[in-house]
């Protein structure tokens, strides 16, 4: 399983990204910003940080580099995409998800163990999950509010595209609590948690963020197995 | 007219403004005399700079001298660089290099809070990056005023999200570092800014610029009209007298810039295609260029009409002493140029070769095509003026320290000791910071094994064997403030103890020394003082200070803060597995007290908040006890012996029981010794709370041998904190108020429970 990992300018969790692919069993592949090849991967991930300082909004320049063509056209095609904070901003950006992330309702940035209800278990990214189970996931942002007319809202909400929701306290204001939504056919998943800092004994606070990865693994199998 | 060369010779009696620019008579004829005729506003814009407080320690040269005495030895093996480079290097072993320091940024967070914090910790960053090290975290002590007082909720805030908004954006945890509040800080905040990076042995570079022909360039940010103050006065005194408005003094920063500047410059390094490398700082292009070429072997020739500009306004003696931030210069020889261009081009970072390394010892720097500035740049950088200031033990000290707390009055019976108690904790100083520290990300990186609220911050620095770096940071200035040399071995005690406690050997100091105005003898004297014991300190703990900075004239009107030397103690762990935390893991643990308690009330958390008082006697730091409690923290720690380990410093007992209750959940029934108050709130140093198994006990009372250690309770699961015939109080309840404290006074949302 080789997991390409994006670097934009600015980008700060992808070595975290990297190291978590690894440990849960994948190759990664460095993903550079200004290159048009994803060198064949099977899945990539969108990592968290600040794309180009965040200028104008976050994730607005990074979704015209050259490596987002890319992703926008093999996403479209069933390649696998996850987006974590920044990369979920992004993936908003380059209308792969709808809705966007705006500012804190707490006006800082915010970083906490956070826990979250897995909503949708029929994506690319949470199938290893059970339904409605609870899990601590790091959050650290300070835009990621996420909002969408009520219409695209109650898409969402009616088609099982709610994949995270936030349990107990709602940190930045999320419209229904949602922490992270997928695309339609489900192999595009965008959250605000970082589940990359979340599979490491020696420095996590939890492992809740292994299911994320051994998830991809399963999808990727089962495609192989149907083709 | 531009003010030349030729024209400071052919004028030699035009009237200069080097008062404004804060140089003294003297300083001013001494720099006549190197220069055998007077300076060009060029050069009064360096030399004046250069030989401000700030740049050249004229104040306290003659004290940090006297470091020199230690030895360069740690533990661990002796320092690969020390005092004097960009910032001390320490051998951890295993090839691995760790290099920290810390730096002030005081006046320009009051001033303007967010951009003031912020290019604080951009600033020491590059000064880590420097050293050829990748930065790897940051850590952050802060005091402010009192919590209650107006102006605090404007620093505050301010600055706190001036640390976060830079240090998240450049993917640097932050991992530790102190609130503090006292009524002394209020018009003159201290932010003191850690930096620790990461490097292999043969990584380790200086900054010096050597061999004629090579080039000097410029890269990173343009160069603009940001923290320049001073130089305005230069620009609209001797030129134009209606002139441009005064600069803004506090500089802007770009944290995006500095990531790209960050990642292009370890790519520089490990292509070798660097000579010498510096960041700008304080006094921006004039400190870069002097100092690189007083370093170096040669002279150096700058263009200043190459230096890339965000405002072509800018007047050269502007250019000289601009503090744009997010800027670095460089020495490559003429045929790594291609490739150093292209690394840069890569990282979208702008770069611009503005002079070249000569034969000779000139600095010469031209400006539309005549010479502004030729200086031997020694002088510039090296012969600022040295004081003796006049230093006298302050004549209030005495009357202070015979005003003990032995008359003030003390809880009478349990419900007393309960309401002291809580008051203790959810006081500012003790209360729950996490309104502060969640602002900033702790995880980014991945190998952030310990964070704030824990006793230090650890990072795991080889994922292969586990071997780790930890780093408190320390200072009780209420301890100093009652006697400086004491105050100054506690804050060193303080912090060596921190970082044992969490399973790490302590290795080596920095120190970042903030005081007030040194033109006052009685700082001056605090300063000598506190130097001294840290210098005797550091003797016996055999922990080499390997950098530091000092930071003069804080204070409002006429008060002088607190003397506040910081201390940042770096240990190593040699596999991070073996950490222990501060908060208590498992019910049924037995709690045990390492260390002995005196009455060490004077200058406490309980004088401070149930009497405000401040007075008496610090208590007596014993190094040596320090030493033979960090050895049994340190085997404990292999032998996994401990379930939690929390030190006791402010707040003593009290503070310590509860935080490692209310940060876990569990409760604590304990049964005190006769003088429950003593037992409760005396601060005597050298103190570490530790819970085990009670099937280890044996194991450790064999380790302590000699060092006293006492059972003094158990771990409960019943969410109580039971002080047995006293009083008992609900973990939660007071968890609740504890948070509560920060978010309350500054009228916002307490975070929830975790």
């Known amino acids: 399983m080789r997991v390409g990992v994006v670097t934009f300018p600015g980008s700060l969790d992808d070595i975290d990204a990297i190291r978590a692919v690894r440990l849960t069993g994948g190759e990664p592949v460095s993903l550079w910003h200004a290159s048009d090849s994803l060198e064949g991967v099977d899945a990539v ?183 | 007219m531009t003010d030349t060369v030729a024209n400071a010779k052919a004028t030699p009696d035009v009237t200069q403004p080097w008062a404004e620019l804060g140089l003294k008579a003297d300083e001013y004829r001494s720099i006549r005399e190197i220069l055998r005729r007077r300076p060009t506003s060029c050069e009064l814009a360096m030399y004046s700079v250069m030989w401000s407080e700030h740049c050249s320690y ?67 960053v590059r000064d880590i990056l420097a050293m050829g090290a990748r930065p790897i975290a940051s850590m952050d002590s802060l005091r402010f005023g009192r919590l209650d007082a107006p102006d605090t909720a404007r620093v505050l805030p301010g600055i706190v999200a001036g640390v976060g908004g830079y240090g998240n954006c450049l993917g640097l945890p932050n991992i530790g570092g102190e609130v503090v509040f006292d009524a002394s800080y209020y018009g003159n905040p201290l932010v003191n800014a850690l930096s620790v990076g990461v490097l292999k042995h043969g990584d380790l570079h200086l900054a010096f610029a050597r061999g004629a022909g090579n080039k000097v360039i410029l890269y990173g940010a343009t160069t603009g009209g940001d923290g320049i103050g001073g130089a305005s006065v230069l620009a609209s005194e001797t030129f134009d007298a209606d002139g441009p408005a005064k600069r803004p003094s506090v500089q802007v920063g770009d944290p995006f810039t500095e990531k790209l500047l960050i990642e292009c410059t370890l790519e520089l390094f490990a292509a070798g295609v660097v000579n010498g490398i510096q960041d700008l700082g304080a006094a921006g292009i004039s400190c870069a260029t002097s100092e690189l070429a007083s370093a170096g072997d040669g002279g150096m020739h700058i263009d200043l009409d190459l230096v890339p500009l965000r405002d072509n306004t800018l007047t050269p003696e502007e250019i000289l002493m601009s503090e744009s931030q997010e800027r670095m210069a460089a020495v490559v020889e003429p045929e790594n140029l291609d490739r150093f261009f292209e690394i840069c081009a890569k990282w979208d970072v702008l770069a611009t070769v503005i002079g070249e390394v000569t034969e000779g010892d000139r600095l010469v720097i031209d400006w539309h095509g005549e010479t502004v500035v030729d200086v ?233 908040v149930i009497h405000n008082h401040i007075g008496g006697n610090p208590p007596k730091p014993c190094l040596e006890a320090e030493q033979a409690l960090a050895q049994v923290l340190l085997r404990a720690s292999k032998e996994r012996l401990l379930s939690s380990a929390h030190d006791l410093s402010d707040g003593g007992l009290a503070v310590a029981l509860a935080e490692s209750a209310m940060l876990s959940g569990f409760g604590a029934r304990m049964k005190l010794p006769e003088d429950t108050f003593v037992a409760l709130f005396s601060e005597t140093p050298g103190r570490v709370l530790v819970s085990l198994p009670e099937s280890k006990l044996s194991a450790l009372s064999q380790l302590c041998g000699d060092l006293p250690h006492a059972r003094l309770g158990t771990v409960t699961d019943d969410g109580a904190l039971t002080i047995t015939g006293q009083f008992a109080i609900a973990v939660s309840a007071l968890r609740r108020e504890w948070a509560a404290t920060i978010p309350v006074a500054l009228k916002t949302r307490p975070r929830s429970a975790r």
């Open chain 1, 45 to 227: 991930i969108l990592p968290g940080g600040f794309s180009y300082g965040d200028y104008l909004r976050c994730g607005a320049i990074a979704r015209f580099s050259p490596v987002m063509a890319e992703v926008i056209k093999q996403a479209k095609a069933g390649l696998p995409v996850l987006g974590i904070c920044n990369g979920f901003q992004v993936l908003c950006e380059a209308h792969l998800l709808p809705g966007a992330l705006i500012r804190n309702d707490r006006r800082t940035f915010y970083c906490k163990d956070q826990l979250l209800r897995v909503e949708s278990t029929s994506t690319a990214w949470s199938n290893k999950f059970a339904t409605e189970q609870e899990i601590s996931i790091v959050i650290k942002h300070g835009e990621g509010n996420f909002q969408a007319d009520p219409e695209t809202v109650r898409m969402l909400e009616g088609t099982q595209r709610v994949v995270f929701r936030y349990l107990g306290e709602n940190p930045n204001g999320s419209v229904n609590n949602i922490a992270g939504i997928a695309n339609e056919r489900g192999n595009v998943v965008g959250l605000m948690p970082h589940p990359e800092h979340n599979v490491d004994p020696a420095v996590s606070p939890g492992l809740d963020g292994v299911r994320f990865f051994a998830s991809l693994t399963n999808y990727l199998t089962s495609l192989a197995e149907e083709a």
């Open chain 2, 58 to 124: 004229k104040s306290s040269k003659v004290h940090l001298a006297r470091f020199a005495q230690l030895p360069k030895t740690t533990p661990r093996g002796p320092l690969l660089a020390g005092i004097g480079e960009q910032a001390g290097v320490v051998d951890i072993g295993n090839d691995w290099a760790v290099t920290f320091k810390v730096e002030s940024h005081n006046h320009p967070s009051y001033v303007e809070p967010y951009q003031g914090a912020a290019t604080g910790v951009g600033g020491i």
């Open chain 2, 376 to 608: 031997d740049p020694h002088t510039v950088a090296h012969e600022g003026p040295v004081y003796q200031r006049p230093m006298a033990r302050p004549d209030w000290l005495d009357a202070l320290n015979a005003d003990t707390t032995a008359s003030l009055g003390r809880p009478g019976n349990g419900p007393e000791l309960e309401e002291h108690f809580r008051r203790v904790v959810v006081s500012p100083n003790q209360c729950d910071k996490s309104w502060v520290t969640d602002q900033y990300d702790r995880y980014v990186r991945g190998n952030s094994v310990l964070s704030q609220p824990e006793d230090s911050g650890m990072l795991r620095i080889d994922e292969g064997t586990g071997l780790g770096i930890a780093l408190a940071t320390d200072c009780n200035a209420r301890f100093t403030l009652l006697d400086p040399y004491v105050g100054a071995q506690l804050a060193l005690a303080e912090a060596y103890r921190n970082v044992a406690a969490t399973g790490a050997e302590p290795v080596a100091i920095t120190d970042c020394l903030n005081f007030g105005s040194p033109e006052d003898p009685e700082v001056m004297w605090q300063f000598s003082q506190a130097i001294d014991g840290l210098i005797e300190g550091c003797k016996i703990l055999g922990t080499p200070v390997t950098g530091g900075n000092v930071s003069f004239y804080n204070r409002t009107g006429e008060t002088n803060i607190m003397p506040t030397p910081l201390v940042g103690m770096l240990g190593v762990i040699d596999n991070v597995a073996d950490r222990v935390k501060s908060r208590f893991q498992n019910q049924g643990d037995a709690i045990v007290l390492l260390g002995e308690t005196r009455n060490d009330l004077d200058g406490s958390a309980w004088a401070e």
